[in-house]
């Protein structure tokens, strides 16, 4: 009896241990709306202008328009905005998406389409990030005019998973660290399911 005792305690130790927080597991593809920033991430006065599953429209002309793409199990997007003025601070407005995979390896050739998307952007500079997802790229632009607004745009990837922020609001108003601050509290949510 305590032969096959020190044998099956190991075996059910390990067992749970796999079975964890969730670390190594997949992310569902269902409640992919709670896998996205809210407006009560971002408070008031933000408001949903648009919230749903992602469609042929939100990744039209990209390198990732093929919305079945590497075994792609589902999406959301939801895009926030505010009132302001040109001495408003933060963003304006915010779109955050979730891309959801059969496996790792999905995420992975999503998140390079990600990075060509975003290196392709007129203008756009690279911008360093870091604890971000297993890995992450971003970079900023600048619309100019009377006012430039400035533009960041983060993507990440979390096992499965692919997720976006991007945020603009007038240049000198808005940061690097006020869009990195929403995406970190996107890839709770990530990290969470």
């Given amino acids: 009896m305590k032969k096959s005792l020190f044998v099956v305690l190991p075996a059910f130790v390990l067992l749970l241990s796999a079975c964890g927080s969730g670390g190594a597991s997949k992310i569902a593809s269902t409640g992919l709306q709670g896998l996205v920033l809210r407006e009560s991430d971002l408070g008031a006065?933000?408001?949903?202008?648009?919230?749903?599953p992602t469609a042929s429209l939100d990744v039209q002309g990209t390198p990732r328009s093929d919305l079945h793409r590497f075994d792609r199990?589902?999406?959301w997007v939801i895009r926030l905005n505010r009132p302001g003025t040109k001495s408003t601070r933060g963003p304006l407005v915010v779109a955050s998406t979730v891309d959801v995979f059969g496996g790792s390896g999905g995420a992975k050739q999503d998140l390079e389409l990600f990075r060509a998307q975003l290196s392709r952007i007129p203008g756009s500079k690279p911008v360093s990030v870091s604890k971000l997802g297993s890995d992450a790229t971003a970079v900023t632009s600048i619309q100019?005019?009377?006012?430039?607004?400035?533009?960041?745009?983060?993507?990440?990837r979390d096992r499965n998973a692919v997720a976006s922020v991007t945020a603009n609001g007038f240049d000198g108003k808005i940061?690097?660290?006020d869009v990195l601050r929403l995406a970190r509290r996107q890839e709770r949510k990530l990290a969470n399911a």
């Fill in 45 to 52: 006065p933000f408001s949903t202008v648009v919230a749903g």
């Fill in 73 to 75: 199990r589902g999406g």
């Fill in 144 to 156: 100019p005019g009377g006012l430039p607004v400035r533009s960041f745009m983060v993507a990440w």
């Fill in 175 to 177: 940061t690097w660290r």
